[in-house]
């Protein structure tokens, strides 16, 4: 198989980076563009040096379904742009982009070296539509006070969860990108009790533990995550950091997996559109600002985009 671009399946770090960018119309933006973002991974290494070349700097690069299909004339299988959602639990838009940039780090300062790279070389190209600078909240917590990222997959199983295979053999190494960002309501989740916060998620506040079957609302984010077919949870890999200032305080919520399917039957379940009549209590508290579906081809294809 060919090799998958190495940020996908690492674990979370403590000060990831999140970029959308939006190419000009013209076909010289385009490849530009397309040139520019190809040469991340390359960056990265050179830039991980000057913070002690300890291996933790990386980039991830996918790419929205339209400006794929302009730049390399084929597409993966399931590629297509991000269908909103309007639902009881809210509206899951579809806020687009060409380029989704993930800067995996565990320092902001090299993220920031690299972004200012990256923009200086695109110069007029393209533009910034999006930008999120996430961190560790204390032990891996949201800001809702629980610990996020409870149920991904082990290190040893992630690349059958994230990576395409033979089912798509042209676009194999390569994994389907779900970036949303959210905001939360911080002001009415602190109205709640302990009790009424882990029955929204599902989950004990201190130690992230599974509340039983028998008293976990069917409305508890778990419950509305957590997907069995045929004997098998549907799994992701998820990369999700929060983010906050004094005015704002949300989730940008990374995800990857070998079919966006798994994505759309995720969030059908929790903005209340999968036709059981429920949806995630989680969504009365946090509004989704943002939402697209892109690609991360594997380094061959993504190294192929430069030539």
């Not at 050179?46 to 400006?67: C, H, K, P, Y």
């Not at 079957?213 to 069917?218: E, F, G, L």
């Amino acid at each position: 198989m060919p090799a998958n671009q190495p940020g996908i399946l690492l674990d979370p770090t403590p000060a990831p980076m999140f970029l959308v960018l939006r190419a000009g119309e013209s076909e010289d933006a385009l490849r530009t563009t397309a040139r520019v973002v190809s040469a991340l991974p390359e960056w990265t290494a050179e830039i991980d040096m000057l913070g002690g070349g300890r291996g933790t700097l990386r980039a991830t690069v996918a790419f929205g379904a339209e400006f794929w299909k302009r730049i390399a004339g084929d597409s993966p299988k399931r590629l297509a742009p991000l269908e909103p959602l309007d639902g009881p639990g809210g509206r899951a838009v579809a806020t687009g982009g060409d380029v989704f940039v993930h800067l995996h780090s565990e320092r902001r300062d090299l993220s920031i070296e690299v972004a200012l790279r990256l923009l200086a070389e695109l110069d007029d190209a393209a533009e910034v539509v999006e930008e999120v600078q996430g961190f560790r909240y204390l032990d891996s917590r949201d800001l809702t006070g629980f610990i996020d990222g409870t149920e991904n997959p082990g290190a040893d199983e992630r690349a059958d969860v994230a990576l395409v295979g033979d089912e798509d053999p042209e676009f194999a190494g390569g994994s389907y990108v779900l970036a949303q960002r959210y905001v939360h309501n911080m002001r009415y989740w602190g109205r709640l009790s302990r009790e009424e916060q882990e029955g929204a998620i599902g989950r004990m506040k201190a130690d992230s533990e599974e509340l039983p079957d028998d008293v976990r609302p069917a409305t508890a984010h778990v419950s509305r995550v957590v997907i069995e077919e045929d004997g098998r949870e549907l799994e992701i890999v998820r990369h999700s950091s929060p983010y906050a200032d004094t005015s704002e305080q949300g989730l940008f919520f990374v995800a990857y997996c070998r079919t966006p399917v798994t994505f759309h039957k995720m969030l059908a379940r929790m903005f209340g559109t999968s036709g059981d009549g429920l949806h995630d209590r989680l969504m009365d508290f946090t509004e989704a600002v943002s939402g697209a579906l892109f690609f991360a081809p594997s380094e061959e294809r993504l190294a192929a985009l430069g030539e």
